[in-house]
Structure formats: structure tokens, C-alpha cells
């Protein structure tokens, strides 16, 4: 039976029913399992929460904990869980596949790799019809540069500030984060140029961003116009002048900052980057790692809300639901650079990847996810700006369907971040009312939630009430 479990915090707001009933947990005792995290497992891998949760089964937008506590997701495993926990589809899919055959590796043909290739492909935008099968973003990324180097016969590539491309060693030159950072040498061969934030960073107004919600900040732009952008144009010429060969390899962006918090650019910017990239011969990267397969709402692939087509295009996360699958698409004239020598992947592309892959595009159809995202995503978006009009703490509410940025400050007027403590406070009290959200930014000052897309207005009307209980809280505390 599922246990009824009183919040050290008191909220009005109820959840919505679920009649899932998860199994009884048998595994160890919690105490048992904290002792082998800290004793069999790498200390780098860090957990959530002052009191980790010990979560035992999922059900679609749902997770359990060992004692029968019943969660509502909104981190989705981080961006991964794409159209569900156990979607039935998926699941029934890779049981079939798993009792066919597991793996024989790319040397052979087998129905699988061959099926979703042409499935997959056939979502793209001519000439981006040759895909590349791997198995994490970081190797994906890693491709995709070693592509770009082959292809252009140059070796620089520039990325923003504030990107997350990996935690591989050649990928960490692109990620421009300092918590995954380590004191080694990398990056030889990248540079990073100024992120053109329009809430943070010094240009910004309040018609900037493709996004149901804009900053506080104000504006002067006339209609067609866009200052910010110009400025930020202005700064990645200059990266360009000073910083970089006359020619280069590549240039790496994802269409919304992921593990930045959401962070969107100014309408327009990618377009131009683009054209000023490809001035010097270099190829175009879209890291679609956090917003592809219809998590933006008003289009299945996170570039093709800002106009463009890139050369190269990188997929993972929400590819797999969870299953360990990523992706390279790419023209075939950039894909046969990669030819003249050997290049193989043993796991990619693996026949269960291939049916798990498929039955997730199909899930996504058919449940008619990417609409979902964009009505509960713009929903969302909404009821989260009252919750930034009523608190003084909350600085910028920003995003695009189900990916969604929720960034906390001490006043609006100097968007200082609130201090990780609070924020963690917050955090820890929507917890225990039973909603799970992402942490991210430079400072970790920004709320991340990014759900399963499977999530509804209902769910949403919770995850909004749990919010400002913990905002309210805060108050109290303060006060």
C-alpha cells in the first residue's frame, strides 16, 4: 500500500491522483546504501538533497521513493526522461528486442540501426541526413568537433560562456562552466566568447528573447530593432578579430542554455553567428542535447526556432528516455571526412539503442508530446511570472515549452544571486512537499525544470502551489 507521508512543511496544495501502485521495495536498508556511496562509489558522482533520495520505481511524470512516497518529476533524470518513466510503449518495445538479439555490433546489418536511421533522419531539414550512432552527449560532442577539424582542415572552434558540451577531455574545452573545470590542461584549441544573456549579462530588454515571458528589464528598441543583439554581435566579432585564426573549425551553441538555466539569447543572434562563422569557413554546431525532440513546444528541434540549419547537429538525454543512446547528424559530404580512415563505436548504435530510439519517436507522436509541451510548457511559464511579480526573490522566469528556467536573486534591481543556502532551503522544502526540480547557473541560483513531457496543466497547478509555499516560507524566514 502506498504510505501516506506528512511534509515537514505544510502546503494546501494537493497532488494530483495517480493510480500507479508501486512494488513493495526489497533491496537494502537506506543506512546499508549510504555506506556503499561512500565506500564503493567515486566521490565525484554527487546526490541531491542533505538526505539523498533512495528512489525505487517511476511511473511516467512519477517517482518513488524506498518507503512508497510518491514524487512529481520535474528534473526528469536530468532533461532524459522524455516521454515518461517505464512509458509501456518503450518498455513493451525493448522486452521484445531483448529476448531477439542484444548486440552484434555495426559490422553486420540488422533491421534495427537501418530503421532508425531512416526514421530519425527523416525529421531532419535537407542536407542533415546521415547520423552517426553513440552512446552519451559527451561522446556525441566529441565527434562533432573531431568532424569539424577533419572537414574544415582547421582546428579552432569557439563556444559561449556558460555552455555545457561534455565532461569528456576534449569536450571540456567547449564547456565553459567553472564547477567542471579541473586543474589539468584542456581546451587547447577552443575559445570562449561573451553569452549573450539578456537578464544577466549587460545588454538586455524586455522583447529580447522567443520566450511567453521577457525580463523585468527595459526597453528602447524600436519595432524590428534589437539593441542587445547588436551589442552581443558586436562582442562575438570581436572573439573573432582578436581571439581566433582567420579561419576556423566550428562554432558549438545550444539553442537554450541547459545546465546555464535556461538561458536564451536574443531573437536573431544564432542567425547572425552563424553567418559570421561560416564567413571563415568554419561549420556550425546545434548541441540539441537538452531541447531536441519537441521539448521547446513550437518545433521538434531546438534550432529551428531561431531560423537556422545547422551543419552538424548532436542529440542524447530525451533520445533514449533514459536509455544510454546519443547521436551526430550531419550532412554526408561532413560524415565521409570522418571516412577516410576507421572510426568505430562498438556500442553504437546497438540493435536494443535502435528499438528503444524508435519507440520513443513513436511515443512522442503518438501521445502528441511536443503539443503538450508547448501548451503546459506556456502554461507554466505563466503562472511562474505571477510567483516573480509577487517575490522580490525571484529574479527572471524564462524558457520555451517544458524547458524552463527559474533564476533567484537578493532584488531585481542588482540580480545578485541569492545566496546557495536559501536557494537550497527552497529547494529542500519543495522536496518534502513532493516535487523534485533541477538546480543549475554559475552560481546554482537558477531553478531547472524540465519534466517528463508527458506532464499536465493539473500537475502543474501542484508544482506552482508547492513553489510559492516554499517562496512564502522563505519570507517568513527572512523576516
Not at 562498438?346 to 539503442?353: D, K, M, V
Not at 524552463?404 to 527552497?426: F, H, N, W, Y
Request: aromatic share 10%.
Amino acid at each position: 500500500r502506498q504510505q501516506k507521508w506528512k511534509s515537514s512543511v505544510s502546503t494546501q496544495a494537493k497532488m494530483p491522483p495517480c493510480d500507479f501502485v508501486p512494488e513493495k521495495y526489497e533491496s537494502y536498508p537506506y543506512e546499508h546504501m549510504q555506506k556503499i556511496r561512500e565506500q564503493n562509489i567515486a566521490p565525484s558522482l554527487r546526490t541531491y538533497y542533505k538526505k539523498p533520495l533512495l528512489l525505487h520505481q517511476g511511473h511516467m511524470q512519477w517517482l518513488f521513493d524506498h518507503e512508497g512516497r510518491r514524487y512529481l518529476d520535474l528534473f526528469a533524470g536530468i532533461v532524459t526522461v522524455s516521454v515518461g518513466h517505464c512509458h509501456p510503449k518503450v518498455t513493451m518495445a525493448t522486452q521484445k528486442q531483448l529476448a531477439r538479439l542484444w548486440h552484434t555490433t555495426n559490422i553486420y546489418m540488422y533491421p534495427a540501426i537501418h530503421e532508425y536511421a531512416e526514421k530519425l533522419t527523416s525529421l531532419f531539414p535537407d542536407p542533415l541526413k546521415v547520423v552517426y550512432l553513440t552512446n552519451s552527449g559527451s561522446e556525441a560532442n566529441d565527434l562533432a568537433m573531431f568532424m569539424a577539424r577533419l572537414h574544415t582542415h582547421s582546428f579552432d572552434i569557439i563556444s559561449l560562456r556558460g555552455g555545457y558540451h561534455g565532461g569528456s577531455p576534449y569536450t571540456l574545452g567547449l564547456t565553459s562552466l567553472t564547477p567542471y573545470k579541473h586543474g589539468v590542461a584542456n581546451g587547447f584549441g577552443c575559445t570562449t566568447t561573451m553569452l549573450p544573456d539578456v537578464f544577466r549579462g549587460p545588454w538586455g530588454g524586455s522583447h529580447c528573447r522567443d520566450s511567453p515571458v521577457q525580463t523585468v528589464r527595459k526597453c528602447s528598441c524600436t519595432e524590428g530593432t534589437c539593441l542587445a543583439k547588436d551589442q552581443y554581435i558586436e562582442q562575438f566579432k570581436d572573439t573573432l578579430n582578436t581571439s581566433v585564426p582567420k579561419t576556423v573549425a566550428g562554432f558549438i551553441a545550444e539553442p537554450i542554455q541547459g545546465v546555464n538555466g535556461a538561458v536564451q539569447y536574443p531573437r536573431n543572434f544564432l542567425k547572425e553567428a552563424y553567418q559570421l562563422i561560416r564567413e571563415r569557413g568554419g561549420l556550425c554546431i546545434s548541441d540539441e542535447v537538452q531541447t531536441g525532440f519537441g521539448r521547446t513546444g513550437s518545433h521538434f528541434w531546438g534550432f529551428q526556432t531561431h531560423g537556422v540549419v545547422p551543419d552538424i547537429v548532436t542529440l542524447a538525454k530525451g533520445i533514449g528516455n533514459g536509455f544510454p543512446m546519443a547521436a551526430v547528424v550531419t550532412t554526408k559530404e561532413i560524415a565521409s571526412s570522418l571516412a577516410q580512415n576507421l572510426h568505430f563505436n562498438t556500442f553504437g548504435g546497438n540493435p536494443l539503442a535502435c528499438v528503444v530510439g524508435a519507440a520513443v519517436l513513436d511515443a512522442i507522436e503518438e501521445d502528441g508530446l511536443q503539443k503538450n509541451s508547448e501548451d503546459v510548457g506556456t502554461y507554466m511559464l505563466l503562472e511562474l511570472a505571477k510567483l516573480r511579480d509577487k517575490f522580490g526573490i525571484v529574479g527572471d522566469v524564462r524558457g520555451k515549452g517544458l524547458m524552463i528556467g527559474v533564476e533567484m536573486v537578493t532584488d531585481k534591481e542588482s540580480r545578485c544571486p541569492l545566496p546557495a543556502e536559501e536557494i537550497s532551503q527552497i529547494w529542500e522544502d519543495c522536496k518534502d512537499m513532493g516535487v523534485l526540480i533541477g538546480r543549475g547557473g554559475l552560481y546554482s541560483q537558477t531553478f531547472r525544470i524540465k519534466p517528463p513531457m508527458c506532464i499536465t496543466k493539473r500537475d502543474v497547478d501542484f508544482a506552482v502551489e508547492v513553489f510559492h509555499t516554499a517562496l512564502q516560507k522563505h519570507v517568513e524566514r527572512a523576516a
